[in-house]
């Protein structure tokens, strides 16, 4: 009997240490998906004077990185999101953007992440999504064309209205 008692008493313990350890307080969860925590931040100024950069795609060939960037201005004036294109101009935002092709033997996949900076260099928004493009053997980004840029870039302007519609 003293032998199954110590066991008892061992196994509670053990299971003691074990629940303590499950305490949230005082610890960082193991993973929390960085679209849900930054979804909430709001521009902290009104919508109307938020101007934006968009920072170069270096992630990709030039010629889709610079139709991604000609899509998106042009997407963000339609849409009244101020978007300078100037090289050293002063804004209130940035948009830092990269983007992976994948291939496979259905085609290529382009798989991105946005984020929005505000003037401390501080991320107030990410987002990412998908984008399936044309079959290609080899490289991926053969597959991918301007047709593809183009969804994107409406991707990222509906994001940025949304986020700049919690200012």
Known sequence: MTVNLRLLFSLLGAIALLLGGCS??????????VDEAQSSFAPRIPASQVTLAI??????????????????????????????????????HKIKGQLTAVGGDNGSVVVYIFEVYDA??????????QEVAGGTSGDPWIGVGSATMKKIADKVILELQAWLSRA
């Open 24 to 33: 949230t307080a005082d610890q960082t969860p193991g993973f929390v998906s």
């Open 55 to 92: 920072d170069p795609f270096r992630s990709m060939p030039g010629n889709l990185a610079d139709d991604l960037t000609d899509d998106i201005a042009g997407g963000a004036k339609s849409a009244n999101i101020t978007i300078v294109r100037r090289i050293g101009a002063p804004t209130t």
């Open 120 to 129: 401390t260099d501080t991320r107030v928004y990410r987002f990412n999504g």
